[in-house]
């Protein structure tokens, strides 16, 4: 294994593999180079002089600008480094596609196809919330139904919990009922309670509305004040649906109808080494085969949004792109809040060290493949390929709104680990073996295995297996926890 990695040959930093020490000697590039200081993994060496004010250049791109003079050999991070990002930026069309070849395979997984002809990889059973005043109830149901009925061959029962639904105004409404009202037609979903309270701004005949078609077998409603005993209501209700739904049966269907959404959190040094470009890989690979990828957390993509931007398939993407992240820059603006107050402190300490260095890494999700479509929040996929998500950077709303917008799963990288998942399969990717081994228990995937011994080009291929796996039925370790979130993006006023 390597001591450290060159991304670009026009970098003049490199990241460290592992922890360095000082008086090391590293060979780069035929040139010897010793360590001036100790340097943790994930962490970046400068291999050239870098003069105040010259640019540092991570992934081939400036990643921010050095605030004193920084020698070879020295370790390049926040005490020696400042984003060059400010402001909102104007941006001009430069179109640059990538021709990416690669065999059709016609690959398979077993599924759910639902009548109204979309697919799902789960056949759960599920109580959504109008209002999070009803949470209790929803958890009173679902206990009671399982002491009478022992429910047996469906994936899973769930109350997906949140606390909107009331005493929300204009947009945060609006919102949350198209979040639940996405919830509801899930096709991981095979039966679905809309379990509502009686007095609530989010009313059940307006929720109904907002629907618009939905299958009446699938979906149920129940207002919790016009019945006398709201959980043996409930219980019959589940009842009806479990009945039906226990019919389901998983079939063979194409590859091309998976819809997988990429998210990161907790990201290190490793993210754009390892994981990062695994995922934008597979993204590809599942692009050039029919089917759906979509990339979200938009103040992630700063610094690096002119990457999508000139991968927009016409002028319309490209304009709805600009607003993506012009958008977001202005909702920061409105209050008055710094659009690049990021990288995290957790990000800082596994050696991301501005926005455009997490930026860079992050984007590199998406792969190389054309952006086919960009969506609002809360809106629904409509484009197979490549699609753009208006969402934030936190991991549980960008994973919520992901699943919401249609994803039968989810791939999270992550270089520090964390054990959540949102309400569909939430697939854990380490950036590093360390954390892997630590952590069997959140993580389900190893990535740190490219800068050991293992190409990339095999490592997709068991990526690729394994996400058939899970959507043929195999648990990843946050259904196995039992941990399932679901997190509605708030932006406005509290009655």
């Known amino acids: ?29 035929s040139d010897k180079i010793e360590l001036k200081e100790d340097v943790k993994r994930g962490h970046k060496i400068a291999i050239k002089k870098i003069l105040n004010s010259e640019n540092v250049v991570k992934y081939g791109y400036p990643i921010g600008h050095a605030i004193k003079n920084i020698g070879i050999g020295e370790w390049v991070h926040t005490h020696n480094i400042k984003t060059n990002l400010d402001g909102v930026k104007e941006y001009t069309f430069n179109q640059q596609l990538s021709e990416i070849s690669m065999e059709k395979r016609n690959l398979t997984f077993e599924g759910y196809e639902r009548e109204d002809g979309n697919v799902g990889i789960r056949n759960e059973l599920w109580i959504v919330p109008t209002v999070g005043c009803v949470n209790g109830i929803a958890d009173r ?64 005949s307006e929720f109904i509305k907002s629907l618009g078609n939905y299958n009446e077998k699938r979906i149920k409603f129940l207002v919790s004040q016009e019945v006398s005993d709201e959980i043996e209501e409930g219980v019959k209700i589940l009842k009806d649906l479990y ?29 754009g080494i390892t994981a990062n470009p695994l995922v934008g890989d597979f993204s590809d690979f599942l692009v050039s085969q029919g089917g759906t990828t979509i990339l979200t957390e938009v103040p992630e993509m700063f610094g690096a949004e002119t990457t999508l931007m000139n991968r927009a398939k016409d002028v319309e993407t490209f304009d709805k792109t600009v607003h993506l992240i012009n958008d977001f820059k202005e909702y920061f603006m409105s209050y008055n809040q710094p659009i690049y107050e990021n990288p995290s402190p957790g990000n800082k300490a596994g050696g991301i060290t501005t926005l455009e260095d997490k930026s860079l890494g992050c984007t590199q999700k998406s792969g190389k493949s054309t952006v086919a479509d960009v969506l609002k929040y809360g809106e629904t ?27 039968h799963i989810v791939l999270f990288t992550t270089g520090r680990g964390t054990p959540f998942g949102t309400f569909v ?43 058939i796996d899970v959507a043929g039925g195999k648990f990843v370790n946050n259904e196995i926890n039992k941990f399932k979130e679901l997190a509605i993006l708030k932006k406005g006023v509290t009655l």
């Open 141 to 204: 149901i679902i206990e009671r139904f399982k002491e009478e009925v022992k429910p047996e061959g469906i994936d899973g029962i769930e109350a997906f919990k949140h606390n909107y639904g009331c005493s929300q105004l204009g947009e945060d409404h609006a919102a949350t009922r198209t979040m639940l009202g996405n919830l509801a037609k899930h096709p991981n979903a095979g039966g679905v309670l809309v379990l509502g309270l009686g007095c609530e701004n989010n009313t059940m």
């Open 425 to 467: 399969p939430t697939i854990k990717i380490s950036t590093n073996s360390a954390l892997y081994k630590l952590k069997p228990h959140w993580m389900d995937f190893n990535a740190g295995c490219l800068v050991e011994d293992r190409v990339l080009e095999d490592v997709t291929e068991d990526l690729m297996n394994f996400i």
């Open 1 to 29: 294994m390597k001591s450290y990695f060159k991304i670009n040959e026009q970098d003049n930093v490199v990241v460290a593999l592992k922890d360095l020490f000082k008086g090391e000697i590293i060979e780069i590039d």
């Open 381 to 407: 996929l409509k484009t197979n390929g490549l699609n753009l998500l208006s969402g934030p950077g936190n991991d549980l709303v960008a994973a919520s709104a992901l699943a919401a917008a249609g994803c």
């Open 243 to 271: 009945e039906n739904m226990k019919k389901d049966k998983r079939v063979s269907i194409s590859i091309s109808k998976l819809k997988v959404g990429l998210k990161c959190g907790g990201s290190d040094g490793l993210s």
